[in-house]
């Protein structure tokens, strides 16, 4: 396999194992709790960027970066009612 290709599927498994990871931390938060504790998700997130920043540097920018963008999106999700009083 060529150097680019493996690079590819490092980038490619950053960026699935990110999303993953967040969606089911979510899903969980959401069927463990009666109202969703979207400080919990964001600080999570947060909490494992830094973690994994202060391990490899900036080696694993996509997989922070897809953290921290999936935690706001999947907070948005699961609190939208919340948010704009749909209840």
């Not at 069927?31 to 969703?36: A, D, G, K, N, Y």
């Not at 909490?47 to 490899?56: A, E, K």
């Not at 706001?72 to 948010?83: C, G, Q, R």
């Amino acid at each position: 396999m060529k150097q680019y290709n493996v690079e590819e599927l490092h980038m490619l498994n950053q960026l699935l194992l990110g999303i993953f990871l967040v969606a089911d931390f979510s899903f969980y938060l959401l069927l463990s709790t009666s109202v969703f504790p979207w400080y919990s998700l964001i600080g999570a997130a947060i909490g494992l960027v830094i973690i994994v920043f202060s391990w490899s540097g900036a080696k694993y920018y996509l997989f922070n970066s897809t953290i921290l963008i999936c935690a706001l999106l999947f907070s948005l999700a699961y609190n939208w009612s919340a948010i704009f009083n749909l209840h």
